[in-house]
């Protein structure tokens, strides 16, 4: 009976195995992949770039005046000495006109040799000074112009203005020129069929202003009095702005 029941248990399971294979084979078989790794997790978030530029003018409430002098003599120290002479009679006479000591300092300072023209033979020694100079009432530079170089005994001589505190036109030039950067997005979202988003990220590229204006005099003094126009000053701000695309 044993023998019987253990035969009977083959069987049944011989039979199952062979029903499984029958429905497997009898299926559609059906080839999947896992799918692949990314490269890369990141990925560039769509966004318009632009640039803005603008320009604020401002009238120059500041010159920063440079003055030089020079001397020669037989010696390096002969020549020190009385360039020494002719620094204390000009720094004198530009504070004479209202310069204070921290508005007055000294931008460079040389002395070397002088050489024949065949450039052999030493002939003397030269020793040259420069000073620069804030000058707040710009309305009235040319007068002192006159002084230092009629009076001072400046030798060479140039004028710059300024602001002496930018930061306010550079602000307002920096606003208009996101104005501007915006304006452009804006057209550009428009012409691509998109919503302009909120704002990235906003560069400062450049913040620049008219260069100075150099004076020249000749040693003898001026028959007239030296006329310096001011002008206006002109503060150039570009910036780079990046907007989200919505």
């Known amino acids: 009976m044993r023998i019987n029941l253990v035969s009977l248990g083959i069987a049944v399971a011989c039979s199952v195995v062979v029903a499984a294979l029958v429905i497997t084979f009898g299926r559609p078989v059906v080839l999947t992949s896992a799918p692949a790794l990314s490269t890369s997790t990141s990925t560039i978030a769509p966004a318009i770039l632009t640039s803005g530029d603008a320009v604020v003018s401002r009238k120059p409430d500041l010159a ?3 003055a030089a002098i020079e001397s020669n003599g037989s010696t390096a120290s ?4 009385d360039l020494a002479g002719k620094a204390a009679k000009l720094i004198a006479r530009i ?13 460079g300072y040389w002395i070397g040799p002088i050489y024949s023209p065949q450039g052999q033979t030493i002939t003397g020694y030269r020793a040259t000074e420069q000073l620069a100079a804030r000058w707040h009432n710009v309305d009235t530079v040319g007068k002192a112009l006159d002084a230092i170089v009629q009076e001072g005994g400046a030798t060479s001589i140039s004028v710059g203005f300024g602001l002496a505190d930018p930061k306010p036109a550079q602000a307002e030039a920096r606003s208009l020129a996101i104005a501007d950067a915006r304006a452009k997005a804006t057209a550009m979202a428009s012409a691509a069929g998109v919503r302009l988003g909120q ?18 005099y000749a040693g003898a003094a001026q028959s007239a009095p030296t006329q310096v126009p001011v002008g206006q000053l002109e503060v150039q701000v570009t910036v780079e702005v990046d907007f989200a695309i919505g």
Do not use: M
Request: zero cysteines; charged letters at 15%.
């Open 95 to 107: 504070k004479a006109l209202g310069v204070p000591d921290a508005d007055i300092n000294t931008t």
């Open 199 to 216: 704002v990235i990220q906003v560069s400062d590229l450049s913040s620049a202003s008219r260069g100075p204006n150099p004076v020249s």
């Open 64 to 66: 920063v005046v440079g």
């Open 78 to 81: 002969a020549a020190q000495a």
